[in-house]
């Protein structure tokens, strides 16, 4: 039987990061929560709290491109927000490209009517579970 391991996918932004949980069992993510951030930095005892709580085996965190795959300032704040999250918690961190995660989230809430508020914790869902669909 296979290793059940748990995740927590961050959405990263620069004014929200969007927080879901994971596992490898059954490849499916649920939405946790929005974390408030400025200029980038989390709500870092918001983040402990779930870190805490949930134990992840692993963080998997969206690294923003532009859709021809091209990297943007983004894209090196998302790759800087890694690195603390490796040095912080130690532990593996995967990068994942979120391209289209917003938009197909935005489509959800319009379908599902997410609150706007909900919207980030849902990208991080799908950023989450496109990874885990990848495991072998």
Do not use: C, N
């Amino acid at each position: 039987m296979p290793e059940l391991r748990s995740y927590l996918g961050l959405d990263y932004g620069m004014r929200r990061i969007g927080v879901a949980q994971g596992q490898s069992l059954l490849r499916t993510a649920t939405p946790l929560a929005t974390l408030s951030a400025r200029d980038g930095i989390p709500d870092w005892k918001a983040l402990d709290a779930l870190v805490a709580t949930w134990q992840p085996s692993a963080l998997v965190v969206g690294v923003p491109l532009h859709l021809d795959g091209q990297v943007s300032a983004m894209t090196a704040r998302a790759q800087k927000f890694i690195r603390r999250l490796q040095a912080r918690y130690h532990l593996p961190v995967h990068a994942v490209d979120e391209r289209l995660t917003s938009e197909e989230a935005q489509w959800l809430r319009d379908e599902r009517g997410i609150s706007r508020a909900g919207l980030d914790a849902e990208a991080a869902a799908i950023l989450l579970e496109s990874y885990l669909r990848e495991l072998v």
